[in-house]
């Protein structure tokens, strides 16, 4: 019995190690990651997002409840999109109001943000007024296989720094519109709540 308890500890052990340096790893992997282009900007926290290997990098100014953000994502294939957002009113995608940005047609990248009405928006620019909330400073960067989206947020009234958030990416933009994102897996479960004053 004390040979086997033995052999059996050693795995556990290694187990363990790998696990925590794998945490570690995740934990740092936003933390680590520098700014090259257009924004120039520095954020002094981050989140590493659980689904689809996307990342938020933010400055919260409590004494305005703004937020900046720069949302980090690998697209889905080469003419993909990608899109982060807050919900002011529930959990999910409907309600939503995101920044998008893709690869226009023209060769440009283009981010603009866009209010998720329902299971199947239409993706197109929204107007100032169609939004709960002010959006400004939307950009977007296109680096490696990765696209990052920048935009400064006034976080709804009455909701602090707590909000629920959205996160997808697709693999097609039809006439230079998003199309609809995968049904499954990930693409379903990409929301969270997070607080930006931790």
């Known amino acids: 019995m004390a040979a086997r308890r033995g052999n059996t500890l050693i795995p556990l052990i290694f187990l363990a190690a790998v696990s925590g340096a794998a945490a570690a790893t995740a934990a740092s992997s936003c933390a680590s990651h520098t700014f090259s282009g257009g924004s120039g900007q520095v954020y002094g926290s981050c989140a590493d997002l659980p689904r689809l290997g996307a990342a938020l990098h933010y400055n919260y100014t409590a004494a305005t409840n703004t937020v900046a953000v720069a949302f980090r994502s690998p697209r889905a294939k080469d003419g993909g999109w990608v899109a982060w957002g807050v919900n002011p009113t529930g959990a999910g995608m409907v309600g939503a109001q995101a920044v998008v940005a893709f690869r226009h047609s023209n060769g440009s990248l283009v981010a603009y943000p866009t209010v998720l009405d329902s299971y199947s928006p239409s993706m197109a620019p929204a107007a100032p007024g169609d939004l709960a909330f002010p959006v400004s400073g939307v950009a977007a960067e296109h680096t490696g ?54």
């Open 145 to 198: 296989e990765e696209m990052v989206v920048y935009a400064t947020v006034t976080l709804p009234e009455g909701k602090g720094s707590k909000v629920n958030h959205v996160w997808q990416h697709g693999s097609s933009v039809v006439n230079d519109v998003p199309a609809a994102h995968p049904t499954t897996g990930d693409n379903i479960l990409s929301t969270a709540t997070i607080d930006f004053s931790e």
